[in-house]
């Protein structure tokens, strides 16, 4: 395939997973509000769930959160803690992480690192290369999701080669 039959085939696969995340989205809440439910008028959790033959695909299975002690009050528990087991309680020094993102971005990223304003070399700093891009913006233009939607539709695009391993005939 070209670079621009390829293109092509991941703007109109993202349109497909965008509608697709929607109704998936959509029917997890359905089933999550139909099990809830279920457990509570008949102390159901579980649902086997089949194709229309009746064969087995899955089991949904409501996950009861686990209940947990949480720090409500971080203060008082920490003066307690210190208090009580005071080999337990830790002091923490650290750049504070506003001055930091801004320091760091007021930089200019070449080796040595030096302060702008002292052109001292900062220590514990460093300028590596940027790594390669590992992904890519698609942003669809005015119209294009409905105009993918409507040739879904109509039968102009080809779903089954769309969709084929490796993008290629099925």
């Known amino acids: 395939m070209s ?61 009861d959160p686990r209940p947990a002690v949480v720090v409500a009050d971080e203060g008082a528990f920490t003066a307690w803690a210190a208090e009580n087991h005071p080999g337990e309680v830790e002091v923490v020094v650290r750049v504070r992480a506003a001055w930091q993102r801004q320091f760091l971005a007021g930089l200019a990223c070449l080796e040595p690192v030096a302060d702008p304003r002292t052109g001292e070399v900062v220590p514990g700093l460093a300028a590596p290369p940027p790594p390669v891009p590992r992904s890519f913006s698609l942003r669809p233009v005015p119209g294009g999701p409905e105009r993918v939607t409507r040739a879904w539709s109509s039968g102009a695009l080809d779903l089954r080669r769309l969709l084929a391993p490796g993008g290629g005939a099925p």
């Open 3 to 63: 670079l621009k039959d390829d293109a092509a085939r991941a703007a109109v696969l993202r349109v497909l997973r965008d509608a697709v995340d929607a109704e998936y989205g959509a029917a997890r809440r359905s089933v999550l509000e139909g099990l809830r439910a279920a457990r509570a008028e008949l102390d159901l959790k579980s649902v086997r769930v089949t194709l229309p033959d009746g064969t087995p695909i899955a089991t949904l299975t409501l996950v």
